[in-house]
């Protein structure tokens, strides 16, 4: 895409030009004091003092508003832009892809990690490569262009989905459906953030659903558990949530990401459902009774 750097920096300057507007709540409690002063009637210079401040505040509100109204729009520009992901490359350098013309900047990777996790970052890290102002490293012993293709796959599908659009996300989590003990085992994979044995997978998700346990014998649930891994880590998926090397298991970034996004958005459903309005921090695990609940509706 040309100037995909240029148009990227571009709208995430922006966006956080928007973002601090729409940030100062202090000036909101500082209209409100101020205005009910006025409304007691105080007068001499104070009033005069006060009333212009007023409506520099009421300004600032206005404009503070209207921020709020066009960073969704930038937020939604930023997001089909990132779902099209093709910034301007120079020739590869070994395993390392620098930018042939402006550099993607701090701002782009803090705006799009705070619009698809609520957490910015200067850099994207994957598994496989690193997204960041220098360019794009592959971290893996594997073609470059592969990996590539992969990593740019995950960013483009990623917000895909945060748009509401047809995305390899979705059809994914949608397959992971199918094998219910598999969120168990995705779960402590992507938890673990390392490679795992079997036993290893297996006394973390002991210990994690013990309230589901207790309910089916060591024997089904080991089964089941060790089932679920080999779902997760077949050649079934078009990108693989999991893979096995040396006896042991890991999750990939596509498979984290899936993870992050899937997991966080099912367990606002299902506290929605349940009647609970909480806006803190949710629980880390949820019950297999839930989740098994929730996909045989």
Known sequence: MERFNERANALASEYW??????SKEEDEERLEEIERLLEKGIGGKLREKLEREARLLRQAREERSNAMRNLEIVREELLELTAEFAPNLDLAEGSFFPYDSEPLSEDFFRAITDI?????????????ASFSKEGIKVKVDASPLSILDHVITILQET??????????????WRKLAQKEYAFVALNVLVNAEQALTFEEVKRISHENDSEFKELVKDVYYDRKLRDALSFLAGDGWEYKLVTS????YEATSFGEWLWKLCNSEMKRTLNKTNGEERTGILQERMSMQKIIKFFRK
């Not at 090397?245 to 042991?248: A, L, S």
């Open 116 to 128: 698809l996790f609520g957490k910015p970052e200067k850099s994207i890290e994957l598994k496989e």
């Open 159 to 172: 917000a895909r989905k945060k748009l509401g659009l047809p995305n390899k996300m979705d059809e994914s």
């Open 245 to 248: 090397k040396g006896g042991k």
């Open 17 to 22: 030009r928007l973002k601090h507007l729409t």
